[in-house]
T-cell receptor
Framework: GAVVSQHPSWVICKSGTSVKIECRSLDFQATTMFWYRQFPKQSLMLMATSNEGSKATYEQGVEKDKFLINHASLTLSTLTVTSAHPEDSSFYIC?????????????FGPGTRLTVL | GENVEQHPSTLSVQEGDSAVIKCTYSDSASNYFPWYKQELGKRPQLIIDIRSNVGEKKDQRIAVTLNKTAKHFSLHITETQPEDSAVYFCAASMMLMGNQFYFGTGTSLTVIP
């Protein structure tokens, strides 16, 4: 149980285009999902907290107009990288938290590797 | 916000030896501390976690200790095996207060057969 998927797993795009990444909790409901960015051999840096039915909360230094987050249902959150540039190339990972209770574990998706040419 | 530091960044041990990874955190309100293992190209997987109301937790060869006063926690792996080789991340979180995870910088563990 507690499986999180991401789509696509790998995307290459031209500079200036927008890319949408989906994060789905497959067998559980997640009121909260999180988006991370991971550079090679570096840590996971929290970008934003995505709450179902409300606006996302962005970490300091993360441009909300650049990284659009939508959490339209209890099983789906999307991250759209708008007007992507080469410096946006990175590994984007989402995680989902079980809805309800005090259980705190986050279940991670497999990640999406974005390459902007 | 919370700042988590992790040491060492790389660690090599002989198979069968123990490995210890240490983390410190800055926000005394943090009360949940998970450890994740990430193999190359794969998603992070939770290996053990500890809440602030306990000082130690053990699961077979893996244990975590927490010192709330000093704001540091450590991962202990005993009888290491080659399959333990991976990158390990600690994190700090405030349960029921957003639950955001702030990760340490990671430790690349290599277990030499």
């Amino acid at each position: 149980g507690a499986v999180v998927s991401q789509h696509p797993s790998w995307v290459i795009c031209k500079s200036g285009t927008s890319v949408k990444i989906e994060c789905r909790s497959l067998d559980f409901q997640a009121t909260t999902m999180f988006w991370y960015r991971q550079f090679p051999k570096q840590s996971l840096m929290l970008m934003a907290t995505s709450n179902e039915g409300s606006k996302a909360t962005y970490e300091q230094g993360v441009e909300k107009d650049k990284f659009l987050i939508n959490h339209a249902s209890l099983t789906l959150s999307t991250l759209t990288v708008t007007s992507a540039h080469p410096e946006d190339s990175s590994f984007y990972i989402c995680s989902a938290q079980l809805a309800g209770g005090s259980y705190n574990e986050q279940f991670f998706g497999p990640g999406t590797r974005l390459t902007v040419l | 916000g919370e700042n988590v530091e992790q040491h060492p960044s790389t660690l090599s041990v002989q198979e069968g030896d123990s490995a210890v990874i240490k983390c410190t955190y800055s926000d005394s309100a943090s009360n949940y501390f998970p450890w994740y293992k990430q193999e190359l190209g794969k998603r992070p997987q939770l290996i053990i976690d500890i809440r602030s109301n306990v000082g130690e937790k053990k699961d077979q060869r893996i244990a975590v200790t927490l010192n709330k006063t000093a704001k540091h926690f450590s991962l202990h792996i005993t009888e290491t095996q080659p399959e333990d080789s991976a990158v390990y991340f600690c994190a700090a979180s405030m349960m029921l207060m957003g639950n955001q995870f702030y990760f340490g910088t990671g430790t690349s563990l290599t277990v030499i057969p």
